[in-house]
Structure formats: structure tokens, C-alpha cells
Nanobody
Framework: EVQLVESGGGLVQPGGSLRLSCKAS????????MSWVRQAPGKGLEWVSS????????TYADSVKGRFTISRDDAKKTLNLQMNSLKPEDTAVYFC?????????????RGQGTQVTVSS
């Protein structure tokens, strides 16, 4: 059974930082691209960032480029998202998602999410 469990969310002031993690199980983690997506209150899902199998290629939404860094640790089966210079518009539930292939592609599983609130 595929499981994705996010952690690390919380309340942070504008300009602050958070590090999200996603622990994966139930599949061969290293074989698949992984992504972070988010959902702000009252809005649809928004893709944030992806990393391919092997961790060499990363891509980011324009809204987070230069502020967020995605990484993966295949030995620990963990996906991370380092978020710096956070803005109120980054407030959302953040989900990690498993792609259907080794490259960025539609996802077939998503975790339960972790809340990130950016507010003073």
C-alpha cells in the first residue's frame, strides 16, 4: 500500500522559513519522480515543484522559484521542501505526490497534507 505522510507545517511570520518532509512507503521510491502541490483556502490544487528520479532535475512554479528548494533522500525514502522568504500567499495545505513515472508526470497518489500558514 502506497503511503505518503507529510510533516513540518506550521505558523510562520512573513519572511520566515519552514522545511516540509514527506515520508514514503509501499513503493520503490527511487524509481519515481515526486512533487509538491498545494491548495490555498477556496482555491484549486497548484503545482509547486517536482524532482525526477535520481534527483538531478528539479522544476519550480514561477511563484516559488528562488525561494523554495525541493530535494529527495532515496535512502530514507523522504521528499523535502525547504521554503524560505515565505509570503502570506504561500498559505496553503501542502501535499506531496508520487508521479506515475521517473519524470515529472501526472501523479497517482497524494498524502494527506500539512498546513502552512504565513501570517504576522
Amino acid at each position: 500500500e502506497v503511503q505518503l505522510v507529510e510533516s513540518g507545517g506550521g505558523l510562520v511570520q512573513p519572511g520566515g522559513s519552514l522545511r516540509l518532509s514527506c515520508k514514503a512507503s509501499g513503493f520503490t521510491f527511487s524509481n519515481y519522480a515526486m512533487s509538491w502541490v498545494r491548495q490555498a483556502p477556496g482555491k484549486g490544487l497548484e503545482w509547486v515543484s517536482s524532482v525526477n528520479s535520481g534527483g538531478i532535475t528539479t522544476t519550480y512554479a514561477d511563484s516559488v522559484k528562488g525561494r523554495f528548494t525541493i530535494s529527495r533522500d532515496d535512502a530514507k525514502k523522504t521528499l523535502n521542501l525547504q521554503m524560505n522568504s515565505l509570503k502570506p500567499e504561500d498559505t496553503a495545505v501542502y501535499f506531496c505526490a508520487k508521479s506515475i513515472s521517473a519524470w515529472r508526470s501526472p501523479y497517482d497518489y497524494r498524502g494527506q497534507g500539512t498546513q502552512v500558514t504565513v501570517s504576522s
